[in-house]
């Protein structure tokens, strides 16, 4: 098979060794479960989708995914892409049950796509989407939950995780593997996740309580780059942190509970100060400045290691 190894810059080597094994086994071997996956192989899938060469390519390599496969994989499309999948799959029973949990932002105007370029496909898809409303994975609902209610006792269950003083990154990981195992797609749970942590408004006034954002940061990291839109919603934890921290009495504490978060919490955590000339409120707006100003004061600081790598990759 042949693709754009350009198109594969954003894999990193794990990820490219992994890409290689599995259009192995899809192409040569012929081997037709890919299941079980990490959120990093789950991206490293669906770039190889993106840069298949031609549709009979991408439809074998949908094909040979397991149905939980597939729903992670199409949430990482973009419209346009999904759009596309919608035309070439050659599964329609498995489209079927797609566009009915697909949101209604995304739905529709994939509806109208289809409409204009395969009627009957259209049609066919339409029917199953207006059941979409009263049905997920075939159980009739009496209302219609938001899909991370789905899922509550696993959030209530990892939030309890998080706050014991025992838990190890190991624990988070298995734990995170176990859950993304069962479902279709992880990202209304880690959206449920993210609110019901925010909701708890646990502050930084003790090692313990820092430890419990640790682990929370911790257990997402393997998610971010799967569920890109995740972004958003994490910012909704950021910004709270990143408030708490202008509490502190001495500046150089700002700089030692940052540089002690994951690198890629780092990375998204400095995004969201160097925006703050976008942000419309100004106590946050100023804060943030505030906050910044006092990274760089410190930034030759050994406190400092951590964010300096995050800043340098910026």
């Known amino acids: 098979m042949l693709v754009d190894q350009s198109a594969l810059h954003d894999l990193n080597d794990a990820q490219l060794a992994y890409s290689s094994r599995l259009l192995e086994s899809v192409f040569l071997d012929e081997k037709q479960t890919i299941q079980h996956l990490l959120p990093e192989q789950i991206y490293t899938l669906y770039i190889l989708i993106k840069v298949s060469p031609s549709t009979d390519m991408k439809t074998k ?176 934890a950021l910004d709270p942190f990143l408030l708490t921290l202008d509490t502190f009495p001495e500046d150089i504490w700002v700089v030692k509970i940052l540089n002690q978060l994951p690198p890629r919490i780092i990375a998204l955590a400095l995004q969201r100060l160097q925006a703050y000339d976008d942000i419309s409120e100004f106590k946050k707006r100023s804060v943030y400045s505030k906050l910044l100003k006092i990274i760089h004061k410190h930034s030759h600081s050994s406190d400092s290691r951590h964010i300096n790598l995050a800043l340098q990759a910026s």
């Open 61 to 236: 390599l949908l094909s040979a995914m397991h149905t939980d496969v597939r729903f992670k994989v199409l949430a990482l499309m973009s419209p346009l892409e999904l759009k596309d999948t919608y035309l070439y799959c050659d599964d329609i029973s498995f489209l079927k049950a797609h566009i009915q949990e697909l949101d209604p932002e995304l739905q529709q105007p994939l509806l109208k796509d289809l409409y204009l370029l395969d009627k009957p496909r259209y049609k066919n898809l339409k029917d199953a989407s207006e059941q979409g409303s009263s049905i997920i994975h075939g159980m009739p609902l009496k209302q219609g939950p938001r899909s991370e209610e789905l899922y509550i006792k696993d959030i209530e269950k990892v939030l309890a995780l998080f706050s014991q003083s025992q838990t190890t990154q190991t624990q988070l990981t298995r734990v995170g593997k176990a859950l993304d195992k069962k479902m279709p797609s992880a990202k209304p749970f880690l959206e449920g996740l993210i609110r019901r942590f925010v909701a708890q408004k646990i502050d930084l006034n003790s090692a313990q309580s820092f430890a419990i954002h640790l682990n929370f940061y911790t257990f997402l990291i393997p998610y971010i780059g799967a569920y890109p839109s995740l972004t958003q919603t994490l910012n909704d």
